[in-house]
């Protein structure tokens, strides 16, 4: 039975969460410009600058859709990756991180892969506990990381 395509989207009240923290930032900052530097104009135009580029970031992940992980029979893509093939997929682990906030991952193990083009943060975090394909449940409503938990699990044991 052929599976279809389901796509998975970054939680937007989590989305909504990280944009109140940029704005709370974005207050702090005026209020320590002003009062703090207020004859250093360089300090300012930096940290009010740098607070509004993070604002219009995190509004903008707010206000549109950000694909997850998208399934299909064929493969997974994860975020803006190259679809990883599910045969090259030889395991999944749920890994947790401990910290300030605890945070849950799918780690995907693959075959070696020479010719699969990674891309830049697939480069950075290749080395690391994420590892190149990972997907953060921690980003995701609950319900929706159980589902995608389990429709990898369907594919790999097919």
Same mark, same amino acid.
């Not at 703090?36 to 300012?44: E, H, K």
């Not at 906030?101 to 991952?105: C, D, N, S």
């Not at 075959?111 to 080395?127: L, S, V």
């Not at 159980?146 to 594919?155: M, N, Y």
């Given at each position: 039975m052929a599976r279809p395509i389901q796509t998975f989207y970054y939680s937007r009240a989590k989305l909504g969460l990280y944009l109140l923290f940029n704005l709370f930032l974005f207050l702090l900052a005026v209020f320590f410009t002003? +009062?703090?530097? $207020?004859? =250093?104009?360089?300090?300012?135009v930096f940290a009010i600058?740098?607070?509004?580029?993070s604002i219009f970031s995190a509004l903008f992940v707010f206000i549109v859709p950000q694909k997850l992980a998208t399934i299909t029979p064929l493969g997974i893509k994860i975020d803006r990756a190259k679809p990883l093939p599910w045969d090259k997929v030889i395991a999944?682990?749920?890994v947790v991180f401990e910290g300030v906030?605890?945070?849950?991952?799918l780690k995907i193990y693959t +075959?070696?892969? $020479?010719? =699969?083009?990674?891309?830049?943060?697939?480069?950075?975090?290749?080395?690391s506990e994420?590892?190149?394909?990972?997907?953060?449940?921690?980003?995701?409503n609950n319900k929706e990381a159980?589902?995608?938990?389990?429709?990898?699990?369907?594919?790999i044991a097919a």
């Open positions: 002003l +009062t703090v530097f $207020p004859d =250093y104009r360089i300090v300012y600058g740098s607070c509004l580029l999944v682990r749920k906030v605890k945070k849950e991952i +075959t070696p892969m $020479p010719k =699969y083009k990674y891309n830049f943060m697939q480069k950075i975090t290749a080395n994420f590892g190149a394909f990972s997907i953060p449940l921690y980003a995701m159980q589902a995608i938990e389990t429709l990898i699990r369907l594919h």
